[in-house]
């Protein structure tokens, strides 16, 4: 953390400095891949930044607008700072705009993606004043996952398509080589071209720590076994044999576990299963990820409606782009 002194003797933005950045939602998990496997969707979160002489103006359009707050602690202005405080430089002010689609607390990787937007416009700053100071991708998902603590959603906002995540423990670049940190890795993977992504969004919302407090601190061995296997299937299924979705989202480390709190959630992933569709929990919940090569039913988008459920086509995403 940057300290009153180290600002005053870090090089400052000029005023007028502007970048725009576009973020995908994700979704994490995919089944059995919890905290490792993720995939970018295409909701949007738009954020626009421009350095000013001096402090902070903020605004917030669409979701949570109401609900974040309008200052130094909303995550997309820390984000920003941590993003030039990453390459050694300091703004004086800085005007930000937030424009939100992806919903809050519904699964689908809104605080990643808001961490990823906020640290791709602070590195992007940066990199205008200073090019030496640009960041790659690898980068991006420490940075971003270190404010999530795991990387599935933020390297999925950063990578696009699909990715596979994981943590090393090792000297990482802010720290010398007896001071080893925790470091988030991930590579991303190419879809299979008919592959695409349904979300089922409720109006309910879950908070990830909570639904994370449900989950067992041992597992019996066979249910992990069961879980390996299954996510390496999944890899196969999602980028070359989309027939194999259905096995290759089953799970057994967290969704049974969570399905207390997530009873809507829970039936109608029994009732897509049911009718041959793969669907799992779209990272902690509520919303309900369905993976399909064809159709959606419209009998089944009729009862989603009718249960409450926002049924949305997002397509896969590319990942954060900056202007």
């Given amino acids: 953390m940057e300290t009153r002194e180290s600002r005053l003797m870090s090089p400052t933005l000029p005023a007028g400095l502007t970048v725009s950045v576009r973020v995908p939602a994700s979704t994490a998990n995919l089944g059995p891949g919890f ?24 605004e ?26 990453a390459a050694g430089i300091w703004a004086d002010g800085l005007d930000v705009v937030c424009r939100n689609a992806i919903p809050h607390s519904r699964g689908l990787g809104s605080s990643a993606s808001a961490a990823v937007g906020g640290l791709a ?18 980068r991006l998902v420490q940075l971003a996952a270190e404010f999530e603590g795991h990387p599935d959603n933020a390297a ?31 590579v991303r993977l190419d879809p299979h071209p008919t592959l695409r992504p349904v979300v089922l969004i409720p109006e309910e919302r879950s908070s990830t720590a909570q639904t994370r407090g449900l989950l067992p601190d041992l ?10 296997s299954r996510a390496a299937l999944s890899v196969v299924a999602l980028t070359q044999r989309p027939d194999l979705l259905l096995p290759a989202t089953a799970d057994r ?36 990820l369905a993976l399909v090569t064809s159709v959606f039913p419209e009998e089944l988008r009729k009862l989603a409606a009718a249960d409450g459920l926002r049924v949305v086509e997002p397509g896969l995403s590319e990942g954060v782009q900056i202007s």
């Avoid at 917030?60 to 405080?85: F, S, Y």
């Avoid at 597992?219 to 390996?228: C, G, L, T, W």
């Avoid at 041959?276 to 509520?286: H, L, N, R």
């Fill in 219 to 228: 597992v019996p061995h066979r249910d992990a076994a069961f879980n390996v």
């Fill in 253 to 288: 480390l967290h969704q049974t576990q969570r399905a207390p709190a997530l009873p809507l959630t829970t039936a109608w992933i029994e009732r897509l299963r049911a009718h041959g569709i793969a669907a799992t929990v779209s990272g902690a919940g509520p919303t309900v």
């Fill in 121 to 138: 416009a602070g590195c992007a700053l940066a990199a205008q004043f200073d090019p030496a100071s640009t960041v790659d991708s690898d």
């Fill in 156 to 186: 999925a906002s950063v990578l696009g398509g699909i990715v596979v995540s994981w943590t090393e423990t090792g000297p990482g670049p802010d720290t010398d080589i007896a001071a080893p940190q925790r470091l988030y890795r991930a």
């Fill in 60 to 85: 917030v359009e669409g979701e949570g607008a109401d609900e974040v707050p309008w200052g130094p602690q909303h995550l997309v202005v820390r984000a920003i700072e941590r993003g030039l405080e």
């Fill in 35 to 58: 905290d490792s496997l993720g995939m970018a969707l295409g909701i949007y979160d738009e954020i626009e930044v421009r350095s000013t002489e001096s402090g902070l103006n903020i």
